[in-house]
């Protein structure tokens, strides 16, 4: 599950009455659940809420190492019913979250830090620019291959790691906690995880880049920088779609797309000590809402 899981919808309010009854006298409201998000790190995973975060990692002597806390606001529950801003500006809060969370544990090891990893992420960049080439006519089928291997980097870090795992546990924890379930129980796969974005992100990077090369002579970083921010709103927006009608083509489409990625590549079964970790992660974020 990626930071794109919270963009769709309203947030819940975790508390009932002061007194833990209902207004009318009756019995205790139930909470109503929150819309959770979160990413898998090498040894543990980040969750996050609608105004906090909390991560938990396994440490080299076996204890998990966890720390909360209030997640950055730059307006994402303000503007969570506007298409075209919730996007930029939650994935923005999310990510503004990771070094905070990566310094508040230091036992954790983020997805990136890894040798391979890096390796992987300057090989794309530069093939992915001999596949476009200065002077060479745009067509889809470039942009489309570039578009892909502009992926490798993440495809890498799920390999020889246990990050898959902990994407399972994330995706099981937070499943568990919405359907009320041991996470034992569900699926490792998750409708709301950002593999449902990766189908929509490389039609709108695609595309993006032809309208920019078609529009200008010469594009440089601002017309880029702004084509890429439009293709992420555009792919969240679809995201939104997906999960609002799943019975339609789009919402069946994307949805295979994103359980097939996760089902054969992004998330593994984790073991009940991964497991640990992340119903950790869940507690201290749930906490850290009431709180």
């Known amino acids: 599950m990626s930071e794109a899981e919270q963009t769709g919808g309203a947030v819940g309010?975790?508390?009932?009455?002061?007194?833990?009854?209902?207004?009318?006298?009756?019995?205790?409201?139930?909470?109503?659940?929150?819309?959770?998000?979160?990413?898998?790190?090498?040894?543990?995973?980040?969750?996050h809420g609608p105004t906090?975060?909390?991560?938990?990692?396994?440490?080299?002597?076996?204890?998990?190492?966890?720390?909360a806390g209030k997640k950055p606001n730059f307006g994402g529950n303000r503007f969570a019913k506007v298409p075209g801003m919730r996007g930029p500006l939650r994935l923005a809060e999310a990510f503004a979250v990771i070094p905070i969370a990566r310094f508040s544990v230091p036992?954790?090891?983020?997805?990136?830090?890894?040798?391979?990893?890096?390796?992987?992420?300057?090989?794309?960049?530069?093939?992915?620019?001999?596949?476009?080439?200065?002077?060479?006519?745009?067509?889809?089928t470039r942009e489309g291959i570039a578009a892909v291997v502009g992926f490798v980097p993440a495809l890498v870090s799920l390999t020889?790691?246990?990050?898959?795992?902990?994407?399972?546990?994330?995706?099981?924890?937070?499943?568990?906690?919405?359907?009320?379930r041991d996470p034992a129980e569900v699926p490792?796969?998750?409708?709301?995880?950002?593999?449902?974005?990766?189908?929509?992100?490389?039609?709108?990077?695609?595309a993006g880049q032809l309208v920019v090369d078609r529009l200008f002579e010469s594009p440089g970083r601002v017309e880029r920088a702004v084509s890429g921010i439009a293709g992420l709103s555009l792919s969240v927006e679809v995201f939104v779609l997906a999960e609002r009608r799943p019975d339609s083509l789009i919402?069946?489409?994307?949805?295979?797309a994103g359980h097939f990625i996760q089902a054969k590549f992004a998330t593994r079964e984790p073991t009940p000590e991964q497991l640990?970790?992340?119903?950790?992660?869940?507690?201290?974020?749930l906490a850290a809402e009431r709180d």
């Open 13 to 47: 309010d975790l508390s009932a009455s002061p007194n833990g009854a209902s207004a009318n006298g009756g019995p205790p409201a139930e909470p109503e659940k929150l819309r959770l998000g979160g990413m898998a790190l090498r040894n543990g995973l980040l969750i």
């Open 52 to 67: 906090s975060w909390a991560a938990a990692a396994r440490a080299r002597d076996g204890s998990i190492d966890v720390a």
């Open 107 to 140: 036992s954790a090891r983020l997805p990136f830090e890894d040798p391979r990893v890096v390796a992987a992420g300057i090989a794309s960049t530069v093939v992915g620019n001999a596949i476009r080439g200065r002077g060479r006519p745009v067509t889809p």
């Open 160 to 180: 020889g790691s246990d990050l898959a795992a902990y994407h399972g546990a994330e995706h099981k924890s937070i499943a568990g906690y919405e359907q009320d």
């Open 188 to 206: 490792k796969e998750h409708e709301r995880c950002g593999s449902n974005l990766v189908g929509p992100m490389l039609f709108f990077s695609a």
């Open 251 to 256: 919402g069946r489409a994307v949805h295979a």
């Open 276 to 285: 640990e970790v992340a119903v950790a992660a869940l507690d201290a974020v």
